[in-house]
């Protein structure tokens, strides 16, 4: 037992603890829109850049119980349907650990061009569901804005998550994943 509370266990659930404060820190800055000229409000996706990466470099740091949490708050939140986002968020999850060895002996652009992609068909499937449901077809420019700004700012939010991959302890000697 007294092994547990050891140095090195605190100290890697100090490196554990900052990873998942800066993932909720990035969940809550995706709450915000911003207005862009000429486009409709604009909100990045921060939380689906850390899902992306985290599926592909460190799949046992969100846990799909986690993701689906996230989701159901987004939706919470935004007054969305309840339950959108969670499907969305635990689907993006499911199907990039399911090609994590695909995106793992990648160059960094082939991940960069995978998350546009998935940025974008997060936000087409969010934007159908609304048209389908509203029975009225709103404006494509926010998501085409959406998924510029999200994945402009993704080389710099993986660069903040590649030193936190790199303090993070080894799966195999960590209690804590």
Request: proline share 5%.
């Amino acid at each position: 037992m007294s092994d547990f509370f050891s140095s090195q266990n605190i100290t890697w659930f100090r490196y554990l603890a900052l990873a998942q404060m800066i993932i909720f820190l990035l969940f809550l800055l995706g709450l915000i829109s911003y207005s862009i000229s000429y486009s409709d409000a604009v909100r990045p996706y921060f939380i689906v850049i850390c899902i992306y990466f985290w599926s592909i470099y460190r799949p046992t740091l969100l846990s799909p119980a986690y993701v689906f949490i996230l989701g159901l708050l987004f939706d919470f939140i935004l007054n969305y349907p309840v339950g959108l986002h969670a499907m969305l968020f635990v689907i993006v999850q499911w199907v990039i650990r399911d090609q994590r060895l695909f995106f793992l002996g990648q160059p960094y652009v082939i991940v960069w061009i995978g998350f546009a992609f998935t940025c974008f068909m997060v936000m087409f499937s969010e934007w159908l569901f609304f048209t389908v449901l509203n029975e009225n077809v709103f404006g494509f420019s926010g998501i085409l804005f959406g998924t510029l700004i999200s994945t402009l700012m993704f080389p710099m939010i993986t660069l903040l998550f590649n030193i936190i991959y790199r303090i993070l302890p080894p799966v195999s000697q960590s209690h804590f994943l």
